[in-house]
């Protein structure tokens, strides 16, 4: 979509509260653009924009897009949002977040991230390796980096590293050079209602290669695999413990403090091992995201001191398995994971590390919609824990109904599982467990992409 913009423009966002409207409101107010924007509720987004000075709304309504000449919209806004139904009757020209990141990154040599799982992450680990060999990218994430305290940062060089969001199918928008693909999932199927749909997306997604540039595609997973059978281009490479492998990860280990693995290269250009790769994060999947970053930097031809410095020196994504603190030598941690996948992962990959300990997952699933189409692969997906605290449902504003008890729900995670479960009904009860329960060896690891993360963030206070 082809976008014409001024430096005159008021560019209104709707929504901007979100962490990828907020990062793309940044950017642009970087680059000399006046925003502002609107939400319903105040967050640390909206504390970041304050701080670089971007006027925020704290309510819907129409008189805060007077002076507005073009509106941004996120996926979440409805049909009858007061400032949207102003701009129609105004003729507003009004695009989404997609178009108009689209818009902006098509000036840079842009690097796109996508997948069902592992985009934020993958993202960062690219950015830390271009930061560390002084290329200074754009950098629009979808989580905030801890290296910097934002998701969002306006760099000096024509590279941008974008993680791009196939939710609502916004990342076949956004131009690019490079490209990585994650993993594709049984997610968001409100949007593409099946997983065949998904899998034309992305079929496209990879048609889009550039001759120019290059894609790196994780061969670990098996609805990537298919996909590719049915590409007709050909320019990526691959990724993964795969042996067919272009960038074939062997030799992992791990500890509690570093995951350290060798990558056996085999590309036309080159066959080489690149070993003791180290990188502070604990699991497999975070080992395979590290390992899309070093296939990327590497065919650029960057020096693998900077890629093994990048990974090294990784500070890490807010709510990616983050230590929040301890008490009587129990740590307590919180997740993003909300997908029955993420959830396997981290498990396993605090199983593997944290052998001897009892691992207590706190537990918040995340939409109705999620639960319903995915009951079967949740219970399934807490095998590496051993206690479950079941929360209740954060429905993000979803009025279906469930069309099973919770009580059923939680009986089939006991059995599929083999857990220990606990229902939780609110964050006092939580709290209140969590008081008689700090004793012997345990971790606590909150779960969610609701507000489990402010239970776990706020436990702190009883002790």
Sequence with gaps: MKIDLGKNELIHFVGIGGIGMSGLAMIMNGLGYKVQGSDIVNNRNIERLNEKKIRVFLNHKKANIKKTTVLVISSAIKKNNPELVEAIKKKLPIYTRGDMLGHIVSFMRNIVVTG???????????????SEANLDPTIINGGVLNSFGNSAK???????VTESDESDGSFLKIPFMYSIATNLDSEHLDFYKNINNLKKSFLKFVEKIPSVGKGFICSDDQNLKKV??????KNFYTYGKNKRSNFQIINIKQ????SSFDIKINIPSKKKIIKGIKLPMIGVHNIQNATAAVSLAFTLGLPEKYIRHGLYNFKG????????????????Y??????????????????NVYKSKEIVCVFQPHRISRLINLKKEFSKCFKMADTVLLCPIYKANEKLKLNFTYNSFAKLIIKNSNVKLIHVDHELQLRRFIKQNVFGEKIYIGMGAGSISNWMKNLKNIF
């Design 116 to 130: 069902s799982h592992g985009k934020t992450t993958t993202t960062s680990l690219v950015s830390s390796i271009f």
């Design 334 to 351: 919180d997740d993003y994971a909300h997908h029955p996948t993420e959830i396997s992962s981290v498990l396993d990959g605090v199983r």
């Design 255 to 258: 500890t509690a403090e570093f």
């Design 228 to 233: 590719l059978k049915k590409s007709v281009n």
């Design 154 to 160: 306006l760099g000096k060089s024509n590279w941008c």
């Design 317 to 332: 994504v807010q709510r990616r398995f983050s230590h929040l603190f301890n008490h009587n030598n129990i740590s307590f």
